[in-house]
């Protein structure tokens, strides 16, 4: 979101300094490849975050509940887009009218600040996870520790 946050900057600066911040059809002089590196690690991130989401489901569920664990990941997934939804929204209406981050034009906007507050609730997210990983065992050394072994079957799996 840094990398998002830099070139929404780098956008509004351009369109500010072409007086372009009041025209809603004008198109501000800015190659496209500006948004290259911020699509490249978006897609890198989701791919990284979608398999190892879905492999720690198919992973860790019991082994009655691993045809339900794609349903579980498409659930959690359902419940981010969810949650961005709700947080756009609050983001709205906090801004007000006076200085709002999200306007209709958003040259005059500051959607900047959006995704600074996304950079700051990813950082957040971050240590969140990091204390939650180092307090999860996983489920064959929790097995392993209790004298149950996997069975051949699930261990290929893995």
Request: net charge neutral; aromatic share 14%.
């Amino acid at each position: 979101m840094i990398v998002v946050a830099l070139t929404e900057i780098k956008r509004l600066r351009s369109a500010t300094s072409h007086g372009l911040t009041n025209d809603l059809s004008a198109q501000i002089p800015m190659s496209v490849f500006w948004l290259t590196p911020q699509f490249l690690l978006l897609r890198v991130r989701e791919a990284f975050t979608y398999i190892g989401h879905l492999d720690f489901f198919l992973r860790e569920c019991p082994k009655g509940m691993k045809i339900m664990s794609t349903g579980l990941f498409l659930s959690t997934l359902s419940l981010g887009f969810f949650v961005s939804s709700v947080l756009v929204t609050i983001v709205h209406k906090v801004t007000g009218t006076k200085h709002p981050w999200l306007p209709d034009n958003l040259n005059q906007g500051c959607l900047y600040d959006f995704y600074w507050l996304l950079a700051i609730l990813s950082c957040l997210n971050l240590v969140i996870y990091l204390v939650f990983a180092k307090w999860y065992v996983y489920k064959d050394r929790r097995l392993a520790d209790e004298g149950i072994e996997l069975e051949e079957a699930e261990v290929a799996f893995h």
